[in-house]
């Protein structure tokens, strides 16, 4: 019995991996928050599906566990990459728990630890750089801006030091209904060291109805409405717009 | 006439995406380094290649560019995801400087500009922290330790912000055999400010022949000798070992 954590990437099929593809086909059980069991059910109707809403995360993985304990292979799906801001992390941490605690069977035979596999996929920044241009062809930082987990304090710390060190940005979970202004606080934030001239740029719905991507100014992006499906770029002082794409030089003869 | 900039992934077929598949196995002409090459060749053997050798950025991006002048659909691929640290952003440039001179066909036609699509993939980052558990859940930044094209203080001040940001930093092209002792340098610039015990993590080959992954602390990473296909990672201040595998939380209630 194995827990497979996947990263089914931006929501296409295409997008996915050849092996997530393959570790979809084989299992017995889907789980994962709402959403992403309807994206992913049309290409794998014939599965077992658990699915959560929002904000359940321990609570999935525990299902996700307790069906593996049930003798089934699962895979856990999750957006973009399951290893950034998604359910790797709890996976392991919860699959070594059980196993530490010698979980016993009802027959009292000490069961076999659950094996976790996690299947690589494409994060939101990556597929949202390649539809912007090439905003993170040098160093890059990510950061969330959700502060349900994380004190405001340190992302605003980290906002302040990313802009000093001169890396392009990939803000992610940016705003959503509870978080209203959040992008507005950052980019206020930002642009105490940067101009508001700086090359920024917005994707969302990646791979999916209703894709988007917009090049603008950080003093553009500030009066921008983002939700939690955007992802966010802001370029270091070296990033240009290049035609209607956002381009982050490597240094190469023909860039200067 | 397309030049599709495509991310392969670490490796490994089962590592690319579907939509990175079908450009591969529908375009005509196929260039890269060497080494990548051969790796996507058996899988599409009946392809044209172009392989060029290491450093030939520019040359490699210019001579894939004018097969689609001939009219020709190429795939230009790049190990992992060509937006990070590769060449989509050479390509997106140099595809448009070739637009705005209005190139002129032998017939004396104005050719139709060159389109650029760039097609996402799993860089070595994702598909090396999935390996080594789930280094990357909260907040971290890239950063390449190669100073061919980028001076060496400007490296150095990017690890001394990263470090005091407490975010995951993962550095690419750690060394070389030009570049031997890089790691050592970068790993006492940051001991300067976290404790030697820090959880750091290294991955390799991945998806190929070879394969590794070892979790270790930063005062052995100090003492590691990396290659250029190695990705290091250094964990942030709460990243904890969980069993063999590199784990930095996010924040939930049963990591406390």
Same mark, same amino acid.
């Given at each position: 019995m194995k827990?497979?954590?996947?990263?089914?990437?931006?929501?296409?099929?295409?997008?996915? /991996?050849?092996? @997530?593809?393959?570790?979809?086909?084989?299992?017995?059980?889907?789980?994962?928050?709402?959403?992403?069991?309807?994206?992913?059910? +049309?290409?794998? +109707?014939?599965?077992?599906?658990?699915? /959560?809403?929002?904000?359940?995360?321990?609570?999935?993985?525990?299902? @996700?566990?307790?069906?593996?304990?049930?003798?089934?292979?699962?895979?856990?799906?999750?957006?973009?990459? @399951?290893g950034v801001y998604g359910l790797a992390g709890l996976a392991v941490s919860m699959a070594e728990d059980l196993g530490s605690k010698g979980h016993m069977a009802d027959d009292g035979e000490c069961e076999e630890k659950i094996q976790v596999e996690i299947i690589p996929g494409v994060t939101a920044a990556i597929s949202g750089a390649a539809l912007l241009g090439a905003p993170l062809i040098h160093?890059?930082?990510?950061?969330?801006?959700?502060?349900?987990? /994380?004190?405001?304090?340190?992302?605003?710390?980290?906002?302040?030091?990313?802009?000093?060190?001169?890396? /392009?940005?990939?803000?992610?979970?940016?705003? %959503?209904?509870?978080?209203?202004?959040?992008?507005?606080?950052?980019?206020?934030?930002?642009?105490?060291?940067?101009?508001? %001239?700086?090359?920024?740029?917005?994707?969302g719905e990646i791979g999916r109805e209703g894709e988007y991507c917009h090049v603008m100014s950080l003093n553009d992006l500030r009066d921008y409405t983002a939700d939690m499906f955007t992802t966010v770029f802001i370029g270091s002082s070296g990033t240009r717009q290049v035609g209607d794409k956002m381009v982050t030089p490597r240094g190469y003869e023909s860039e200067k």
């Open positions: 827990l497979y954590v996947v990263g089914i990437g931006p929501g296409s099929f295409e997008n996915m /991996t050849v092996r @997530a593809v393959n570790a979809l086909k084989e299992c017995d059980v889907i789980a994962g928050y709402t959403v992403y069991c309807d994206l992913v059910r +049309p290409h794998f +109707p014939d599965k077992d599906y658990i699915s /959560t809403p929002m904000m359940g995360e321990e609570k999935r993985v525990k299902m @996700a566990l307790d069906k593996c304990q049930e003798g089934k292979n699962v895979c856990l799906i999750c957006s973009g990459d @399951a160093d890059f930082c990510f950061i969330s801006l959700s502060d349900r987990l /994380t004190p405001w304090e340190l992302i605003e710390k980290r906002l302040r030091l990313a802009a000093e060190a001169d890396m /392009t940005i990939v803000l992610y979970n940016p705003e %959503s209904k509870s978080r209203a202004g959040y992008l507005r606080k950052a980019c206020d934030i930002l642009l105490e060291a940067c101009d508001g %001239s700086r090359v920024c740029g917005v994707a």
